[in-house]
């Protein structure tokens, strides 16, 4: 794990010094969008955008994974802190990842908790930026192809346009008039070079970035001052030259003014949001096909980078530090009874048909106070009665593993998982609900609304060319009904394939960190819901394993001990059988989600003078129907999955353990040895006055139905005298200690 989370970072790393110079001089200091080649068509990069987000969802969810099980190696207890817990807390959970198992640890907790926010403060970027490390971006340029059309005359309409006051003319205008005679005078058509750092100031102007020709018509006087300036000239001389009046013009040379001799026209335009006519654009002209980049955007790239560069050295350290040690921390309940079995003062004696989590009996040693503690008290009405009153609880001393009697009636029946939860449960099954219910309501609105839409192309399409409504031309109605939908609705998000929801303010970092948390807030709230399903199937898992060993014979899966009497499978408490399916199916939810809302990147770009390069970016907020109606699929069926899991139960006498490490140590008291035959759980014979249950290596009897088990106390037990250790041989079963 170690070795694969420091190949994650080096890959990040790399990434971010191949872009480093591009990044430190990038012409947008308020985005950190660079990189990628921006002269490739965008339907051409659709699929590679698509595989690329899957191909970082499953790494994102390999080291989410590998980070939970170090986590989980923080939380779990050691087997020198197993009789401390249990006399403390009562119980304890094993093979879960719950953080609040720090707070049974002995010692060490401020180093433990601290560890463990360390691996959740680098894991939170992953949610909250994986998505955005590198996102699509169309790409706009200023026009290249600049033709020069010398007239006899402009004519009237040309006149009427640009012979007005200054005052007049509207703040669009102002910047392609600039622009126009900029292309000219240069033959540059630059709209950042004529704005002369103004362009902030107003969007409207990103009309003109997209288009790819420019025609200039000019008359006679003007034949002279065609390409004849520099962009610096006309920066510092004629773009000062302004004048007013009726009959003035913006610009002028000589004999030649802007407007009364030089008019340009736009050609080839993308999709604009103006009137074509009003900027000089023919509607019969074609359009230029977008295109597209792949951006890496380096303020996400940077922090993932430092963060899996952390988990890395973190990973790194700790499998430094446990090399030639013996392993003690409790992964799995196997761990626990094995620690429980080697060390007799690990045993919980007396309570061998305990379910987990049930109520305990406790002893409690009082040291009077004279202040409080008198005769004639009021004997205490809470837990075990010490004859007085309780004023002075600080000063009882708790022992909740005393290995006092406690007789249980033996029954098969048994709580669900949902019972064994308790309030826990209903919190889970809110969220769940709610989550549920608001993808189901989305979806459903989404399909009301296209099963619409397709019912309007339809009737407007059928209705002959002259009816039609102006959004549905012939070559719209040729295209056919999902062309049409692609673009209303969209597929996946992307490029092309993503319907526009709303647009964010351009150039701001804040747009930025909005757009980060659009594309990745789905995706963070799901993996909330994710760990719930993790930690339910966790705890089902190990009941299921520990079901089993009350019908058949089998060997633990323990981590701190290996031998032939021993499995080492796999590391945590979920089989591969069901831990690789659910790792592909959170990969693939996070890539839907990722896919069903996220922002497109537009960037308007001027490079025609590198020593002023310009650059313009704005976030639009898209989605695509086809992925949100497949993650809200995927998410009903995550709903129904963890609704059977709150019903699962498993009948049988042996008490139900969901991770409890009370329930392993009361079922070890006659456990001896490990043969590689395995173990096996059931009635061990009588005791003075009850029956006992438990594992042995030795045959096992049945059950007795409604008899009393309690176990054997201590002067029942035989003690032998030379134990099995973790540091030792075992004749037996080839127990023997492992070694980091």
């Not at 006899?152 to 509207?170: C, F, K, V």
């Not at 920066?235 to 004048?243: C, I, L, V, W």
């Not at 099963?451 to 059928?462: I, M, T, V």
């Not at 759980?681 to 594992?695: I, S, T, V």
Request: hydrophobic residues 40%; charged residues 20%; glycine residues 8%.
């Amino acid at each position: 794990m170690a070795a694969l989370m420091t190949l994650f970072a080096f890959i990040m790393v790399i990434i971010c010094l191949v872009h480093s110079r591009d990044f430190a001089n990038r012409p947008n200091k308020s985005s950190t969008s660079v990189g990628g080649k921006a002269n490739q068509t965008c339907g051409s990069m659709e699929g590679k955008n698509v595989m690329i987000h899957l191909v970082i969802n499953i790494a994102a969810t390999m080291i989410l994974g590998m980070s939970n099980t170090y986590q989980q190696l923080i939380t779990s207890l050691s087997t020198s802190e197993l009789k401390w817990a249990l006399s403390k807390h009562e119980d304890s959970r094993v093979g879960t990842n719950s953080p609040f198992n720090i707070n049974h640890k002995k010692e060490k907790k401020l180093q433990a908790w601290l560890q463990w926010l360390l691996l959740i403060a680098t894991s939170l970027p992953v949610h909250f930026l994986a998505n955005s490390v590198i996102g699509p971006s169309i790409y706009y340029d200023s026009p290249k192809n600049i033709t020069y059309i010398p007239v006899d005359d402009l004519g009237d309409d040309q006149n009427l346009r640009y012979n007005r006051t200054l005052s007049d003319i509207l703040y669009y205008e102002k910047y392609a008039d600039r622009a126009c005679w900029l292309a000219f005078r240069t033959g540059i058509y630059s709209l950042s070079q004529s704005h002369a750092g103004i362009y902030y100031q107003s969007e409207e102007a990103f009309d003109d970035w997209g288009n790819k020709a420019v025609a200039i018509s000019y008359t006679q006087p003007c034949d002279k001052y065609a390409k004849t300036s520099t962009l610096k000239e006309m920066r510092d001389r004629e773009f000062n030259t302004e004048t007013s009046g009726k009959n003035a013009t913006l610009f002028s040379v000589g004999a030649c003014g802007y407007g009364r001799d030089v008019a340009c026209d736009l050609t080839g335009g993308g999709d604009s949001s103006y009137s074509s006519s009003y900027f000089g654009r023919s509607g019969s002209e074609e359009v230029a096909e977008l295109m597209c980049r792949l951006s890496v955007r380096m303020s996400a790239a940077i922090i993932l980078a430092c963060c899996l560069t952390i988990k890395a050295v973190y990973m790194i350290i700790i499998m430094i530090r446990a090399r030639k040690k013996i392993k003690t921390q409790c992964l799995t309940f196997g761990d626990v009874v094995a620690a429980s079995a080697i060390d007799s003062e690990l045993q919980v004696r007396n309570e061998c048909m305990v379910n987990a989590f049930d109520g305990h009996r406790h002893r409690v040693q009082h040291t009077c106070h004279p202040k409080h503690c008198r005769a004639g008290d009021q004997a205490s009405e809470t837990g075990d009665s010490i004859g007085h009153c309780q004023k002075c609880k600080k000063f009882n001393v708790v022992d909740k593993a005393a290995d006092l009697p406690h007789p249980s009636i033996a029954i098969k029946y048994k709580k669900s998982l949902i019972g064994n939860l308790g309030g826990n449960a209903i919190g889970q099954m809110g969220i769940l609900m709610i989550t549920s219910c608001a993808m189901f309501g989305i979806s459903l609105m989404l399909a009301v609304f296209l099963g619409a839409d397709a019912g309007y192309f339809n009737y407007e399409c059928s209705l002959p060319s002259a009816r039609r409504g102006s959004d549905f031309e012939d070559d719209m109605c040729a295209k056919g009904l999902s062309h049409y939908l692609k673009y209303a609705y969209g597929h996946f998000g992307g490029f092309d394939t993503a319907a526009p929801l709303g647009q964010l303010p351009a150039n701001s970092v804040r747009s930025e960190i909005t757009a980060f948390a659009i594309s990745n807030g789905a995706q963070l709230l799901y993996s909330l819901i994710y760990i719930l399903l993790i930690y339910n199937f966790t705890l089902i898992t190990m009941e299921h394993d520990w079901g089993k060993l009350e019908t058949t014979r089998d060997r633990l899966r323990c981590t701190i001990v290996e031998g032939e009497g021993f499995k080492q499978s796999y590391l945590l408490q979920l089989p591969k059988r069901v831990l690789y399916p659910m790792m592909v199916y959170s990969a693939l939810m996070h890539w839907l989600l990722g896919q069903s809302i996220s922002t497109k990147e537009t960037i308007w770009s001027d490079r025609s003078d590198p020593a002023h390069a310009y650059e313009s970016s704005r976030y639009d907020i898209v989605y695509g129907a086809y992925a949100v109606w497949l993650s809200t699929v995927l998410m009903l069926a995550q709903t129904g999955v963890c609704w059977w899991a709150f019903t699962y139960s498993r009948e049988g006498f042996m008490p139900q353990m969901y991770g409890s490490i009370r329930a392993c140590c009361a079922a070890t008291t006659e456990l001896k040895h490990f043969p590689r035959t395995g173990i096996q759980w059931g009635d061990l014979g009588e005791g003075k006055k009850f029956r006992h249950a438990g594992f042995s290596s030795d045959e096992v009897g049945e059950i007795i139905p409604a008899e009393l088990y309690c176990g054997k106390g201590s002067d029942e037990i035989q003690i032998v005298d030379n134990p099995p250790r973790l540091d030792e041989d075992d004749e037996h079963g080839g127990l023997r200690k492992r070694i980091g």
